[in-house]
């Protein structure tokens, strides 16, 4: 049995039900009995937009850096550029301790009054994906997930809490949809945010036909749906359709009302389960995001968190035989720091390509500040070849910097 799977053995309802809910404004709930942690989100996709009170809103925030609009950003037509700043925004969320940035936003500019307009892209659906791909790629690589918003036909701000967009299938199909396929099959966003809006008589946040039949099952989406901020109306109608987190909290359809809608039978249990499964993406991929998150808390430093759990990297790592030895009964960072160096990194188990970078990137960053800290470089002496991808294993290949 796997780690996550023994976490989930011993839930209770009431703890699922609360998983499925946030904490506060800004965090998911923690069930710190099991070891699972709670996970910082915040806006936006123009800058880190902390709060330093997660239960508060619209507050000051804490510094950071300022890039330019989404609009601004597309006129340049470069990818690479707006893939870069992607990896500047998750580097600075992660130094910040932010696990979700809520973005980018890719709705359609239907008209020019839209409030938001220079929050997204483009009006032309393949542009507008093609950058937002670049985007969730780039924070992403920094070991952040991105929250893809908002879906769908989400083009107005007048009324947004309550307008119906009535659109056909076709145009649906041709205009709407296309940017939101494109990021989550190209790009593997983490999380997708549903809209304040209905879409043909129904809100986004339980709509079956966009959450599950389209996003979930059509395109195989894989991550967690959430809603925006104040954005779920109901408890059976969000957890029947495919709403995985409604956010914030504390819970006002979820939490003791999923685990009433469970028990008179208005929601089924697999239903709750399921949502739950999204929330974590499968066993081995969950344990290995319980591991980061849950360390990466206790201990700041990566180093630290490689250097009081070598179990759990025997678990996930395929490191050479000889180093088992000084990973099992001694400080394991040498051994950590060697196999990067000169060998090839493996990863354990069939992983999603998502997961298996993100530990890739763990276990690079543990080294990085390992040979700062030893040798007081900043420069490491070697450099990443390549990262590849191929059944659910990740190898990362070095070559020595200095012989470069």
Known sequence: MSDIQSIFSQLTLEEKAALCTGASMWTTVAVERLGVPAIVLTDGPHGVRLSPDVNSIGKTSLPATCFPTASCLAATWDRALIRQVGEALGAEARALGVGVLLGPGINMKRDPRCGRNFEYYAEDPFLAGELAASFIQGVQSQGVGTSLKHFAVNNQETERFRIDALVDERTLREIYLPPFEAAVKEAHAW??????????GVYTS????????????????????????????????????????????????GGAKLVEAVQSGQVSAEAVRKNLAQLTEGSAEAAMAVFVDKYGAKYPKPVDCLTKDREALLTFFDFPAEHWDHLRTSNPIESVFATVRHRTVRTKGSLSHKTARLMVFKLVMAAAKTWRRLKGENQLPMVIAGVNF?????????????AA
């Open 390 to 402: 191929a059944d659910g294993v990740a190898v990362m290949t070095t070559s020595d910097q200095r």
């Open 206 to 253: 339980e709509h079956h036909g966009l959450l599950i039949d389209l996003l979930k099952e059509e395109w195989g989406f894989d991550g967690v749906v959430m809603s925006d901020w104040f954005g779920s109306h109901s408890t059976a109608g969000c957890a029947a359709n495919g709403l995985d987190l409604e956010m914030p909290g504390p819970a006002r359809h």
């Open 191 to 200: 999380a997708v945010m549903a809209s304040y809006n209905k879409l043909n």
